[in-house]
């Protein structure tokens, strides 16, 4: 079988990296994490050059199960990225909680190996491999902090429902080969775009099947139930990237198996669309209208982010090149802005469920001024506001959802939208013209500071670059 | 393909009530282990239908997932169970309902 | 139709009658003579001290998995050894390279101890 070495470098280096390498290393090496979070950073580093290098060159290898090239290798270096951010808050965090383990990292970098999986899939197998590679990684990086009950809590709750949405994801797998006869997205599209399957009702069965699964990894309505509870227990710089990764990843995933169920000629494209666009609307409404009566900032964030994958849905909506790129687009902004929030609320943090409320904001800006201006862009840009990177995500995505006819999920979206400014800039009002009401030692953020430095200047500079990126993107599709 | 006669109906039918009987075991049961035990039912009703479509269309890719999702299943069964003894060493019960630190 | 399934009939049939008229022999033909030793819980004269239903090492547990994980992992030889010649060395060398990533697995479980019994 031909294999093209050069195209499948960067999955073939983190693999070997990871499983090969780096497994050994921690076998012969004893508690030196210094050294294993060197080696992983490193891995991440170069696997996104990789990806850089090779991204010009498309295709399909492995007899065709894995396509390379273009948005796959963009996903790639999306998920590098978020993972060595992620990294980086990490260390700190993780010394601070006494919890700082070699393993950490390894499944970090095992999550991001499944992510690219996912990103690179052609085939129905290879995206099952790719997300349970990512979510098994997540449901130990959940329950990391091995004495924290809400940790475990946590991950236990994830873990249960994470596998029972797994139940759908290969039981709508296993309808959509019987009733096309292939696992491989280019023939089931065909299948499908020329409505020529066996089993018509298993295939829309089949189809919603995968929606419900895909729409547990978004944290989409009405599967959003586990997100506030995993994502207020979990170490918060787990939360950090698997609420922004994770769902970036969720999303390539999304948009490569909604592109081949939904193709413009099949038969039940038009009700898959008006099913996800009820999903969207209920999403960004649900999430942002909970958000608003949260007092602990973690579980206000996981609220914003369900929200977000409301949102986020609006371009499968569309299903069309332009709401790919609103996606593509809006989910890097995404993962910056929520990244970062999450990590400035990591900082603040204290073990033991100290700092965790919006009341403990108070005054930030006057103890903090620094973290307070960053979390204040972080702020601004998720709740859309002009100049950040959130805002021009937000419109591309709208703009998506009206050409494609559906101007009512534009209207919900906007309403949504003000409704989400409220407590976004609540927190901002809480920080800057509020009292402290009680004494607070100063924090130092340490490497977060990398982190926090680079997702706020992405966050910033992101939207003056939006034509060149969609021109960019424009040739994927 | 099969050696007899039964139509692929009776393998899509037999796998759709296992898939079945495992969701209302996850709904109703209350014991982690055994909410688990349902999920894994869950996914052996999917490998028997896999198996039965891929007899039917002659096409081998269907059994090698099935592969697949043993392996990831056994995969998904080590983590678990080892949430489950962490949760058990923290607070001596494996009952989801007493698990309500953070609302449900 | 239902004739397919005949020979399975029968076989259920059959095997009901031999089990149940040979319970039914036995208790009604049998001598019945009880003595302690037959009635204690293991015949064998292991005196049985404290109830079964009690919290066991967890080492027991780690040996488990790790049997299984690495049981599992030998169905993936299968379909390769099924069309050994038919993938040549295109097939030898993903299953060495498959081997070395388990390996390297096993050499972290064995270097962390997880087998250790003591």
Redesign the interface.
């Known amino acids: 079988m031909h294999i093209d070495f050069f195209g499948s470098l960067p999955l073939l280096v983190i693999w070997l990296a990871l499983g090969a390498i780096g497994i050994a290393i921690q076998a012969f090496v004893r508690n030196n994490t210094r050294l294993v979070f060197g080696y992983y950073s490193g891995t991440l580093v170069i696997t996104a050059l990789l990806a850089l290098i090779t991204s010009a060159h498309k295709g399909t290898t492995f007899g065709g199960m894995i396509s390379i090239g273009g948005f796959a290798n963009y996903f790639d270096v999306l998920f590098c990225g978020a993972g060595l951010l992620a990294m980086f808050a990490a260390r700190p965090y993780l010394q601070r909680e006494n919890s700082e383990l070699d393993e950490f990292y390894t499944m970090l970098v095992s999550a991001v190996s499944g992510m690219m999986l996912m990103a690179h899939a052609n085939n129905l197998l290879v995206l099952f491999v790719g997300i349970e590679l990512m979510s098994i990684s997540f449901y130990i990086m959940a329950g990391f902090l091995r004495t924290n009950i809400r940790s475990i809590e946590a991950a236990l709750k994830y873990f249960l429902l994470g596998a029972f949405a797994t139940g759908f994801l290969v039981y709508g797998m296993s309808l959509i080969y019987g009733a096309t006869g292939s696992l491989q997205y280019d023939v089931i599209a065909s299948v499908i775009g020329e409505n020529r399957s066996q089993f018509p009702t298993l295939l829309a069965i089949g189809a919603v099947f995968l929606a419900v699964a895909l729409s547990f990894k978004i944290a989409a309505f009405p599967f959003h139930q586990w997100a506030p509870d995993v994502y207020e227990g979990s170490p918060t710089v787990v939360t950090a990237f698997m609420s922004t990764a994770g769902k970036a990843a969720a999303f390539s995933a999304f948009i490569a198996v909604f592109a081949v169920l939904m193709p413009a000629s099949s038969l039940m494209t038009p009700q898959l669309q008006l099913m996800l666009a009820a999903v969207a609307a209920i999403t960004m409404l649900v999430g942002n209208v909970t958000a608003v009566a949260q007092t602990n900032v973690k579980r206000m964030l996981a609220y914003s982010s369900i929200a977000h994958a409301g949102y986020l849905l609006m371009g499968i909506v569309a299903n069309g090149e332009a709401g790919y790129s609103a996606i593509t687009f809006y989910v890097t902004s995404y993962t910056f802005m929520q990244l970062g929030a999450f990590v400035v609320v990591g900082i603040l943090e204290r073990g033991n469920e100290e700092n965790l409320q919006i009341d403990d904001y108070a005054g930030l800006a006057k103890r903090e001024p620094v973290l307070a201006f960053i979390m204040a862009v972080f702020m601004f840009s998720l709740a859309g506001i002009p100049p950040f990177a959130g805002f021009f995500g937000k419109y591309l995505l709208f703009v998506a959802a009206i050409e494609s006819g559906y101007t009512w999920l534009t209207i919900v979206a906007v309403v949504s939208s003000v409704v989400s400014a409220y407590f976004y800039l609540g927190l901002v009002v809480k920080m800057y013209f509020t009292e402290p009401h009680k004494e607070h030692s100063h924090v130092s953020p340490g490497l977060a500071g990398i982190t926090l430095f680079v997702t706020v200047a992405v966050s910033i500079v992101l939207g003056l670059f939006t034509s060149q990126l969609l021109s960019i993107f424009g040739t994927w599709w | 393909m099969l050696p007899t006669s039964i139509p692929l109906d009776y393998y899509l039918i037999l796998s759709a009530c296992l898939f079945v009987i495992g969701v209302v075991g996850v709904i109703t049961r209350r014991n982690a282990i055994i909410i688990f035990m349902s999920i894994e039912l869950m996914l052996n009703a999917v490998n028997l239908s896999m198996v039965a479509f891929s007899a039917f269309s002659g096409d081998i890719a269907g059994q090698m997932f099935v592969f697949f999702i043993m392996a990831v299943a056994a995969a998904e069964a080590a983590v678990g169970l080892a949430i489950v003894l962490a949760l058990f060493r923290n607070k001596q019960t494996i009952y989801v309902d007493e698990i309500n630190i953070m609302k449900w | 139709?239902i004739l397919?399934y005949m020979p399975l009939i029968i076989m259920i049939v059959v095997g009901l009658i031999f089990g149940v008229s040979n319970i039914v022999l036995a208790e009604n033909l049998g001598p019945k003579r009880s003595t302690r030793a037959k009635l204690s819980t293991y015949e064998s004269g292991m005196e049985p001290v404290k109830t079964a239903r009690e919290r066991f090492t967890?080492k027991f547990?780690l040996v488990a998995?790790m049997f299984?994980?690495f049981d599992?992992?030998i169905?993936?030889m299968?379909?390769w050894a099924v069309q050994f010649r038919e993938l040549g060395y295109?097939g030898l060398s993903a299953m060495v390279l498959f081997m070395?990533?388990l390996f390297?697995?096993y050499?972290?479980v064995?270097?962390?101890g997880a087998l250790k019994w003591d």
Do not use: A, Q, R, T
Request: hydrophobic letters at 50%.
């Open positions: 139709m397919d967890v547990y998995m299984i994980l599992i992992e169905v993936f299968y379909p295109y070395v990533l390297s697995g050499l972290y064995i270097k962390k």
